[in-house]
């Protein structure tokens, strides 16, 4: 029989989502500092004297401690570290955390430890909780999720004739990874147009820490720009679309 150290497990995470199970249980997909992405069972949560609940909300980094089940682990104790209070209040930090935990759950599976994928999102909460340009902690943190996901976009040379981008107006390929030169825009027939305005901001985020993009503010035009095409190129590579979006748009 296996000793109570190995069928128990301490773990710190955020709460991605939850799915109401049986009478008063919840199912839970967090994301771990310890083993990437796992579910579990919140057993008597939704009890009105269920210590737990309130520990276990969306988007709340917790420290948690785990019993292995059948199935899920079981979660035995809970403690809130980071409510967000700053994104709760604000409906539209609330919009953009959703958005940000959707795109990182969409793109990961259960498939262990990624530890720089978990303290992007917490580096992203935490900035979304007061940081004054909202807005732009979301657009920093889709390019270096990019990154991290190995889906980086080549952006200072074209993908197809390897010329370096001259300072123009150019078209961006989701197929093809990148940015395409007008000469080459015919090699995919789908490639939109990029402004060299948008073009700049995703190569600073790619090369810039947090530090020198604090309190960006981007003018309203390359901002919508901006969002409809990372919106776009995140369609392109699940094969389908996203919810949190369209809240978004109807909320600005």
Known sequence: M???????????????????????????????????????IAKGVRKIRSRKAGHLEPFT???????????LAV????????????????????GLAAYAIELLD???????????LFHLLVDTLNRLNQDPQPE?????YEVQLLDLLGFRPE?????????????????????????????????????????????KYLRFFQRSPYAAVRGRVILAATETELRALMERYFTYLLEYGLRTPGFLNAIS
């Open 2 to 40: 296996p000793d109570q150290e190995n069928r128990t497990f301490r773990a710190t995470a955020v709460v991605l989502r939850h799915v109401e199970y049986g009478e008063a249980d919840r199912i839970l997909t967090l994301f771990t500092l310890e083993r990437g992405k796992i579910q579990a």
């Open 136 to 140: 732009t902690v979301i657009r920093y």
């Open 106 to 116: 969409r793109f990961t599976q259960e498939e262990g430890e990624n530890r720089q």
């Open 155 to 199: 952006l200072t040379h074209c993908v197809v004739c390897r010329r370096a981008i001259i300072p123009e107006d150019q078209f961006f390929s989701a197929r093809l990874g990148g940015a395409l030169c007008p000469r080459c825009s015919a090699s995919d027939q789908s490639a939109w147009r990029i402004s060299m305005p948008v073009l």
């Open 61 to 71: 980094r917790v420290s948690l401690f785990l019993a292995k089940g059948r199935n």
């Open 75 to 94: 979660v035995t104790q809970a403690e809130a570290l980071e409510s967000y209070q700053g994104i709760r209040a604000d409906l539209q930090r609330t």
